[in-house]
């Protein structure tokens, strides 16, 4: 296999198109590139790459991690990203569990997937793109599609957009989960008619129609043409098998509706939760919380979600729900800060502008 991608690799290099891939050497015999075309690319195989994706503070390369599964049938190219925050883990595992049982051999199409897209994020555990302790965090999760020759986030950004992420997808899955000091439930944003129907083959708990933010992988790819959903896989900083089982199976039924695998198209469950709006409840006095009900429970406004008690224990606040809804994020460390969120509740608006998010 290694001797068929040095191949295409070289034939890259050799051929005129700006947009090939580009081979500037390898790291314990995985090839190191600057950009990748997918197209370049022998079929039937998975192959594996190291991405530079621009320069550290002290002048070593950033390299993030890729594998392509390259069907031995033509099809749609399907891009799943994990890792933009540094403390955001199950996607990754989902990815090494998908480069490890999807057989190019069954599949039609292109298998693009990226799993740890902030290094520096990582190695900090940090949400944040942060190369060293002295410069600012940047969210690179609101970079996107950054600009090459910019400051050092804009730079990396524009580099992952146009030599890897824009050029090599059709459809898009970017993979989190929540940030430290809190939890999801399994859970997607989405922001139309087609993205929704992406997020319900996934099999999520709940979906939030939802604008979004700008300059997140999601609504970038999506507003360049190329639908995009976020998928939230539960809490931060561990391998969960359950989310990361339930990923790679929601993944492989969207494959499935795509034409990429083979198999029946497995229904949305039944249990599902679409929401169009979300609301905090916040604790108004800090002290020690203490939950009243799981995360993803059904809600009625004014229902009791956590009571805050000071240093003796004593009761100095119940926290209710301020909408009927559902709770999809908990905070899991009891210390709170007045104003501090204790749950957030998603619900859905009967107004129309809210049809795809308010």
């Known amino acids: 296999m290694r001797r068929a991608v040095a191949l295409a690799l070289a034939l890259a290099m050799a051929g005129p198109a700006p947009a ?9 015999s995985t090839p190191i590139i600057d950009r990748l075309d997918v197209a370049d690319l022998p079929t039937g195989q998975t192959m594996r790459f190291w991405f530079r994706a621009g320069a550290s503070p002290v002048g070593q390369p950033w390299l993030v991690p890729v594998v392509v599964v390259k069907g031995a049938a033509p099809g749609p190219r399907l891009l799943v990203t994990a ?25 039609a199409g ?46 990396f950004a524009g580099r992952l957009w146009n030599r890897l992420l824009r050029p090599n ?15 999801y439930m399994m859970y997607v944003f989405a922001s139309s008619a087609r993205t ?5 083959l996934v099999a999520p708990d709940i979906i939030k129609m939802d604008k979004g933010d700008k300059g997140t992988v999601e609504n970038t790819l999506t507003d360049d043409g190329v639908p995009a959903i976020t998928l939230e896989l539960g809490r931060p900083e561990v391998f969960d098998d359950t989310m990361i089982a339930r990923g790679e199976s929601g993944l492989i039924n969207l494959m499935r509706e795509l034409k990429m695998l083979t198999g029946k198209v497995a229904a949305p469950p039944a249990s599902l939760f679409v929401a169009n709006d979300l609301v905090a409840a ?26 805050i008690r000071d240093a003796f224990g004593r ?3 119940t926290v209710l729900s301020p909408v009927d809804g559902r709770i999809n994020m908990i905070a899991t460390d009891p210390r709170l800060d007045p104003g501090s969120t204790v749950a ?15």
């Open 83 to 107: 890792g933009i925050h540094g403390d955001e883990l199950n996607g990754i595992a989902v990815i090494h569990r998908l480069a490890a049982t999807v057989d190019p051999a069954k599949l």
């Open 344 to 358: 957030r509740i998603v619900w859905w608006s009967a107004d129309p502008r809210c049809e795809n998010g308010c």
């Open 315 to 317: 009761l100095v606040e």
């Open 20 to 28: 090939a891939t580009e081979s500037v050497g390898s790291l314990d």
């Open 169 to 183: 997808a059709d459809t898009a899955v970017d993979l989190h989960t929540q940030s430290r000091g809190t939890a």
């Open 282 to 307: 916040r604790a108004s006095k800090a002290g020690w919380a203490r939950l009243l009900l799981p995360l993803g429970a059904p809600v009625k406004k004014d229902q009791p979600l956590a009571e």
């Open 196 to 200: 929704r129907r992406m997020a319900e």
């Open 110 to 155: 292109t298998l693009v997937m990226v799993p740890g897209l902030n290094p520096p994020g990582l190695m900090q555990s940090a949400r944040q793109f942060t190369p060293d302790w002295t410069r600012s965090a940047a969210n690179l999760n609101r970079e996107m599609p950054g600009k090459e020759g910019g400051n050092a986030v804009a730079d």
